[in-house]
């Protein structure tokens, strides 16, 4: 072959590339569903992050992850779960603002809440459940019956603020207690549900 038309091959291959999509950068794409679905989730160490994902996963990877710092706009979604990690009894103040700011349209779109913290590394009683998701991310939200789940967490001290990752290391150190099998459950449960 020729370099002129070996050239020309490249420059042509190459554009060709530029003007399809499958160029673009790989980003992960929720399998086609009916209904539009969501997880808005809040976390300091990634716990609730992942969490999510394998939500999304159980649910047959139909649904959007988004970080709540991302800002994303939900309206366009049908259903929505939300999740936070716990700290010091609270979730994150981010998601309270943005569910008290949102509920009179976000309510009616919630589908699942759920919960991911250490709690000391215990089981999780109806207690636990009624003071971090009914308390909290049900009040709110102002979401009515939805099926709900809190997690055991998992803490990495290299991700937490010089001070907490002090308290923490003194305290026993870094644990990993959150189970992708349990997420990818809650996932199959909320997809029964709606």
């Known amino acids: 072959m020729e370099r002129r038309t070996l050239l020309g091959l490249g420059i042509a291959g190459i554009g060709a590339l530029a003007l399809t999509s499958q160029a673009s950068a790989l980003q992960y794409y929720p399998k086609s569903s009916d209904k539009k679905w969501a997880v808005l989730f809040a976390t ?54 943005y569910l008290e700011a949102n509920a009179s349209w976000l309510k009616d779109k919630i589908r699942g809440l759920y919960i991911v913290c250490g709690n000391g590394q215990k089981p999780i009683t109806p207690e636990i459940e009624k003071k971090y998701v009914t308390d909290q991310l049900q009040a709110y939200s102002s979401a009515k019956d939805v099926p709900s789940h809190v997690f055991l967490g998992r803490v990495t001290a290299a991700l937490l603020d010089p001070p907490i990752r002090e308290a923490l290391l003194s305290r026993g150190g870094e644990y990993d207690n959150l189970k992708r099998s349990e997420s990818l459950a809650f996932g199959q449960e909320l997809l029964k549900h709606a």
Not at 46 to 67: F, H, Q, T
Not at 76 to 81: S, T
């Open 44 to 97: 300091w160490c990634g716990s609730s992050r992942d969490a999510g994902v394998w939500i999304s996963e159980g649910l047959g990877g139909i649904a959007d992850v988004y970080d709540l710092r991302e800002n994303p706009d939900l309206k366009k979604f049908d259903n929505i779960i939300i999740g936070s990690s716990i700290r010091s009894g609270k979730v994150k103040p981010e998601i309270k603002q």
